[in-house]
């Protein structure tokens, strides 16, 4: 009876695995789980799967005395809806070409979040897709608020805080068309059973992006709740923007200039998100200053046998056409460099950044960076790293440094040969990325040339590798 019994459960068990992914939710536990506890964690989805449930209710109730305990377990387990040893924080990401809900769910204990699990989905268009029907725009969130409702105890629902944060897509929205969707998704918002603000329905700026990047960064790390100088720092490259984060010392942080220090976990956390430097930014910004910003052709940053256009944020295109050279990344650099803005003056003198910004005075918080999303891609193509398919690597100024001469020195003819991993679409554009990528961390951020750093694009967590992002450090942030 024992092994039918077992026999059955299995059967159940690959039937709701059919049934969820057929819903296209997706569920990713940390941490090993018993039977039981897999039983618990999908009775949210008892609807779907009644008939089979009933059955093997059906066959421990028919079932020989000789396994009270199982039959008590099991029972204890489906009435316990009352009430929950878990909290949860529901995150929905509202990008530009779709929308993604988080729904992560944390046991507590001496005061610390421990994530057990997070539930993912994700559906298109994006947001901004509904400018002309804000109303359409709220209910098209409706499948994954209907996915975190599942997700979430109904003893924890009422408690539970719920998010969500707009990007890019609706960045780029005139103000009343954003205005309205977002006025549209708390009205929408006030249907479901969480727990909101008005502030819960934003569009977030970059500088909330790395402030919450910093918490998952140093989260996953084990590195939240100690001290200072077991902090991490967080640099984020994106394509329009790049984020820097790390925690400083009160004292520093009471005499910060306005605007650039937020209280988060417990740190004073020095966050700044330099709009216009990202990646693409800083590539069109350089191919025009190469130029000399005369409507002419770039040829320092592009090596003989590349040419072409390339344009950026509704600009006309840049021009650009590669001649040979000996001088390798000098050049290229030098008009990087440039893009930054070294020169000026920012609100405290001798902490710098770029651009005219206070830099955040370094500190034990900044003794270690770690740096993602388009450094470690460019790295990942060129070699700058040891290992591409890893969720992280060393790395070091100088190998970003080594990857820039050897990519200005490198004519078109033999890029797919000295650089096989690179895209076609970007090889033209390689010398003068990794010029950049290398202003920006030695001379934007100040790290020496043999400084090292981790490359990032996953942290293992609990023996699972979880995506380094900002969804889950505002999860966190909305817990504490």
Known sequence: EEEFFRKALKRVSRNLSRRLRAMGVV???????????????????????????????????????GAPEAHAHFESLASSGGS??????????????????????????????????????????????????????AQSLSPLLDTAVRCVDLSQQTVTPV???????????????????????????????????????????????????????????GKLGKSLEESVAAVDLGGGSVQVAYAIADTPAGSAPAGYVRSLAGYNVYVHSYLGYGLMAGRFASLKRAAGGDGGTASTCFTEGFSGEFAYGGEAGAAFAGAAHTDGAGACTAVTE??????????????????????????VGASHYYVSSYFFDRAAATGALDDPDAASNPSSVRRFAEAAEKACSTPAADMATAFPLVQEQDAPFLCIDLSYCHSLLEKGFKLGPEQDFTLVKRIQYKGEEVEAAWPLGAAISSLS
């Open 163 to 221: 998010e969500v944060r707009a990007t890019a897509g609706l960045r780029l929205l005139p103000g009343e068309q954003a205005d309205g969707l977002l006025a549209a998704v708390r009205e929408h918002l006030a249907s479901y059973p969480f727990t909101f603000t008005a502030d819960s329905v934003s569009i977030m700026d970059g500088a909330d992006e790395g402030a919450f990047q910093w918490v998952t960064i140093n989260y996953l790390l």
């Open 338 to 363: 440039g893009v930054l803005e070294l020169d000026k003056a920012c609100a405290v003198e001798a902490e710098c950044g770029f651009n005219g910004e206070w830099g955040g005075g370094g500190g």
């Open 27 to 65: 569920r990713r536990g940390f941490g090993k789980e018993d039977l039981w506890s897999k039983v618990y964690r999908l009775r949210g989805v008892a609807v779907v799967a009644s008939a089979p449930l009933f059955l093997v209710f059906m066959i421990i109730a028919l079932m020989p005395r």
């Open 84 to 137: 929950s040893a878990y909290r949860y924080a529901v995150v929905i990401d509202a990008g530009s070409t779709g929308s993604r809900v988080h729904c992560y769910r944390f046991t507590e204990g001496g005061g610390a979040l421990d994530l057990v699990d997070d539930t993912f989905e994700q559906l298109k268009p994006g947001l901004s897709s509904f400018a002309e029907d804000p109303a359409a725009g």
